[in-house]
């Protein structure tokens, strides 16, 4: 029943759709970075910064992270005097063997291989290698 629904469904449609409202994302983000004073942030960002130091009294915080941390390892020793660790290994071994049982390698790897295979046919055959030839926005390599 499930997969009939599944099946029904224009998959490429609800991807463009998708597409479309990310691409319209993208565009309102980038008339937006385009318009900001970043500098001036920058200088906000800084006064913020400075007003909250002159107001802090790192020698309590540092009592407290002291504290904290010894209160944390006290925590972890009664914690792993009392956890049934035998019990935690034998489950995690159920686990594993019932992976196994279920797991089809063969799958798997036919999955990853073909995901990969799509992907270089991306790389080599695409834009995305048109593009990267003769591109070096960082001078890379140059002098």
């Known amino acids: 029943m499930i997969s009939d629904s599944i099946a029904g469904i224009d998959w490429y449609k ?12 993208f565009d ?4 937006a970075v385009g318009s900001i004073n970043w500098g001036d942030i920058g200088t906000r ?7 909250a130091v002159s107001s802090i009294d790192l020698s309590s915080a540092g009592q407290m992270l002291g504290s904290a941390i010894t209160g944390f390892c006290n925590m972890a020793i009664d ?3 009392t956890f049934e660790w035998k019990a935690l290994g034998d489950n995690i071994s159920g686990g594993i063997n019932g992976f196994f049982e279920k797991f089809d390698g063969a799958a798997f790897g036919e ?3 073909s995901l990969l295979s799509g992907f270089l046919d991306m790389i080599e055959e695409g834009k995305l290698q048109q593009m990267a030839n003769g591109r070096n926005p960082f001078n890379l390599g140059t002098a």
Do not use: P, R
């Open 14 to 25: 609800v991807g463009q759709t998708l597409g479309a409202e990310i691409q319209s994302i």
């Open 45 to 51: 960002i800084a006064y913020f910064l400075n007003g």
């Open 111 to 113: 999955a990853v291989t």
């Open 28 to 31: 309102f983000l980038l008339a």
């Open 79 to 81: 914690f792993a005097k």
